[in-house]
């Protein structure tokens, strides 16, 4: 796999660690895209001895700045002439912690885990386009369970940073923002099918937190997490998902689907009542998703606003190798 390329956002930690860990003991050629360079060549040089791999490289990304994404991908394109998968690892989740905007004045949350996934696929799509074999993977999350709930939308609104949710949480803004994260991966499927580009999502129900991301939590949550834990799968388990779902031969010609943690397609629920009991198990079930990510009209006000977002960055870069 000398040849294959993989890229990997927050790749110094949990399941991007884990997974960066994978992908070099098979020999893939792995790019580590991080935010922080001290905390990371830590691990870089861990996995060079561990995996007996030397083709770990290791570049600054903050996915939640446009500045730093269009910084990485130029970077990119003069060191690689392809990229065969792309790993939307990283994301925003500081439990408890104040409304906050990115360097560009949107929505924390949302910048880190929509519009920055969205602007670094779109400049490095010259780059997949090259490959044989393109694969893109979304790192979902079963928190878009409390879209099950009819009343519950995404409120873009809140999310350009103009105006501040007076309800504002973290832990809401980052189920908007997943369930966003899918909509996503279902249009990009759509607009990349033409490449050979596949597009999917994992579903992650949860993976063993480590020490230090529990030390960014508030101290009620860090004891529930703690307690989570303890039931938790480690991340191995998930990075093993994302290596089967971006390799495999099996997934080749799959795309546009979401993913469970057992690595069988979910479908989307009718979004019509079932009754008490089956609602419950629609709901803690892995089988289905919200019917909220099939209203196409929400998709394509989602699509029409990344592009308004990051427009200036997009129309700013020179193709580069990619």
């Known amino acids: 796999m000398k040849d294959r390329t993989v890229v990997i956002t927050g790749a110094n930690s949990g399941i991007g660690k884990a997974a960066a860990y994978r992908f070099a003991s098979e020999g893939y050629t792995v790019v580590m895209a991080c935010r922080n360079l001290e905390k990371s060549q830590n691990v870089q040089k861990e996995m060079v001895e561990a995996t007996g791999n030397d083709r770990i490289d290791l570049m600054t990304l903050d996915v939640a700045s446009f500045a730093s994404i269009s910084d990485f991908c130029r970077e990119f394109k003069n060191r690689y002439e392809k990229l065969d998968i792309l790993i939307h690892n990283a994301a925003y989740f500081n439990h408890g912690s104040k409304h906050r905007l990115s360097a560009d004045g949107l929505e924390l949350t949302f910048a880190t885990n929509v519009f920055g996934p969205y602007l670094m696929t779109s400049l490095l799509l010259g780059c997949l386009s090259k490959s044989e074999d393109p694969r893109i993977l979304h790192a979902g999350s079963n928190i878009i369970k409390h879209f099950f709930d009819p009343k519950k939308k995404i409120q873009f609104e809140y999310v350009m940073g103009k105006k501040k949710d007076p309800k504002f949480s973290v ?152």
């Not at 480590?210 to 303890?230: C, D, F, H, I």
Request: charged share 25%; with cysteine.
């Open 171 to 322: 832990y809401k803004m980052y189920c908007q923002s997943k369930m966003a994260l899918l909509m996503l991966g279902f249009k990009m499927a759509e607009e990349y099918k033409g490449a050979g580009i596949k597009v999917n999502t994992l579903q992650i129900n949860g993976a063993v937190m480590s020490k230090e991301t529990l030390k960014k939590v508030t101290p009620g949550y860090r004891m529930v997490a703690r307690v989570q834990n303890l039931f938790f799968r480690p991340a191995e388990y998930m990075a093993n998902n994302y290596f089967e779902i971006c390799t495999s031969e099996k997934y080749k010609d799959i795309t546009g689907q979401l993913f469970n943690d057992k690595l069988e397609i979910m479908q989307p629920a009718s979004g019509q009542k079932l009754g008490i009991f089956k609602d419950i198990k629609q709901t803690v079930g892995t089988a289905h998703y919200p019917a909220y990510a099939e209203n196409m009209e929400i998709r394509e006000k989602l699509w029409e606003l990344c592009k308004e977002v990051t427009a200036e960055r997009i129309g700013a870069e020179p193709a580069g190798k990619g």
